[in-house]
């Protein structure tokens, strides 16, 4: 069978040109979907690498996963887990005499989305930053921790680690997450604590939990891209509430849940109070108050999510700590702050609802890996991962002068405060467009469409300030914007 990882480039194949009308995602997709259709690619045959394919055309990871997604839109390819992309047999043959020669499936751009970030995500080691992800350089973490937090845990490892871990979590991971979470003014008993495979996980089972297909869903707007396309995949119905610097707007609110009939009135509102993604805001205090009273008054959970908690000072309102968990759900994780790989979340919610997100949990994961639980429990317990936050804070804080100083000087303005991880950016010309223009020269960005339940054109942007430091960065935004205004 012909397999293409290991073949080479068709003799006489021109180098994609960046000068073409289409971009080097159309090109390279157009020249896979050409060689699928003429049999130089067999059924079953696999493409090559995303490294490998971007080696070989000089281009970035990010094209070639964006070429394979295309090809995977026109039913061109499949992908198998773990393995890579395949060429797909044909639903009919084809070549069969009298059979019609089904038209070349029209070009178009590969729009940047949630899992076009999600994808960029898994990046090779010594790739460059990417201003549209929203992870800490590598440099800034400390694998020694994490290894010497393994190693002591793994020594004092018995027969517990040859079973399944506890329904709700590892109790020694509850009770110092029950202790942390003291210092953000929330009582929290360990058994309210049920720990996840990451935040997103928590929101998961939450949603899963409080909801049924088809029922309302408050969210803040902008607000997360994953977020609303994980609600919409489960079937939700979004109800978009616009997010200022103080938080979300309570007069659109009210109207919202107003504005529903009465038995299909929204039931949850999923809100990130402290450094709100992408703005960078935190709810204020009368803010967080009058929330309460709203969702009191008209019978809604909130779900508050404080995946940003590492980044910020403890002290900044939480919902959770007003409501004293009565109606608030409390979720957060780690992989913002120790590592990406190690997938730790946790849910602090009230007493009556404990069983059933456990029951959730049981249903999606079993149990969560020990080993690692007890690793983190272990960097609470003696204070390591507090000290690596002080110092992760340091450097975003230096950080985000850098790329403040440098967005401005390329002719960016902010459309909000730069605080946290994420600033909000004005570039002046659509980011959609400018998206495209930047993933073809191996940068990708986050336009801010995706920020929006029903995405829009705008000239907004979110970037990670810790991966926009470069001058590199600015003035290929810069040569990109420019080539996107209209010439006067």
């Known amino acids: 069978m012909f397999d293409s990882a290991s073949a080479s480039p068709l003799p006489g194949a021109l180098p994609l040109s960046r000068e073409a009308d289409s971009t080097l995602t159309e090109q390279l997709a157009a020249r896979f979907a050409e060689r699928i259709r003429a049999r130089l690619l067999a059924p079953g045959a696999r493409l090559p690498s995303v490294r490998e394919c971007a080696r070989r055309h000089e281009v970035s990871p990010t094209t070639v996963v964006a070429a394979y997604d295309q090809l995977l839109a026109q039913g061109l390819v499949e992908a198998r887990a773990q393995r890579g992309f395949f060429v797909r047999a044909p639903l009919g043959d084809a ?9 070349a499936a029209p070009r178009s751009p590969v729009p940047i989305s949630a899992t076009t970030l999600i994808r960029g995500m898994f990046q090779p080691p010594g790739a460059q930053p990417m201003p549209g992800l929203g992870t800490l350089p590598v440099e800034w973490l400390d694998p020694a921790l994490l290894a010497g937090a393994m190693r002591k845990v793994s020594a004092q490892l018995g ?94 609110m009210q109207r919202l849940v107003e ?59 939480r919902l959770a700590a007003l409501d004293a968990l009565e109606r608030t759900v409390y979720v957060s994780g780690f992989s913002k702050i120790l590592t990406p790989s190690w997938r730790i979340g946790y849910i602090a919610a009230p007493a009556r609802w404990v069983d059933r997100l456990i029951d959730t ?39 985000r002068g850098r790329s403040v100083e440098l967005a401005r000087a390329h002719g960016c303005r ?75």
Request: hydrophobic share 45%; charged share 20%.
């Open 159 to 252: 027969r517990s680690a040859l079973q399944y871990g506890e329904p709700a979590g590892e109790a020694r991971l509850r009770r110092a997450l029950a202790a942390r979470l003291v210092e953000h003014g929330i009582a929290a008993g360990a058994e309210q604590i049920i720990t996840t495979v990451g935040a997103t996980h928590a929101l998961d089972i939450v949603t899963r939990t409080l909801l049924k297909p088809g029922e309302s869903v408050l969210v803040d707007e902008p607000g997360w891209s994953v977020e609303y396309a994980r609600l919409a995949a489960l079937g939700m119905r979004v109800l978009p509430v616009p997010r200022g610097p103080e938080g979300p707007d309570l007069a659109v």
């Open 414 to 488: 902010f459309a909000a405060e730069p605080r946290g991880l994420f600033g909000w950016v004005d570039t002046g010309v659509d980011t959609e467009r400018l998206a495209q223009a930047m993933h073809d020269d191996g940068w990708l960005i986050a336009p801010g469409a995706l920020f929006h339940a029903s995405p829009r054109p705008t000239t907004l942007m979110r970037i990670n300030f810790a991966t926009t430091q470069e001058a590199r960065f600015w003035l290929a935004l810069q040569r990109a914007r420019d080539a996107l205004r209209p010439l006067s």
């Open 259 to 317: 504005a529903q009939p009465e038995g299909a009135r929204p039931r949850l509102y999923v809100t990130v109070s402290v450094l709100h993604n992408p703005t960078g805001a935190s709810l204020s205090l009368q803010s967080a108050h009058k929330v309460l009273k709203l969702a009191q008054a008209h019978d809604f959970a909130i779900v508050e999510d404080d995946t940003y908690a590492h980044l910020a000072p403890a002290h900044l309102p």
């Open 361 to 399: 949990k049981l249903l999606t994961t079993l149990t969560t890996p020990s080993m690692t639980e007890l690793a983190l429990a272990h960097c609470l317990e003696h204070g390591l991962l507090r000290r690596h936050a002080e110092r992760v804070q340091r450097l975003l804080d230096a950080a």
């Open 95 to 103: 070549s069969a005499p009298g059979a019609a020669r089904s038209p």
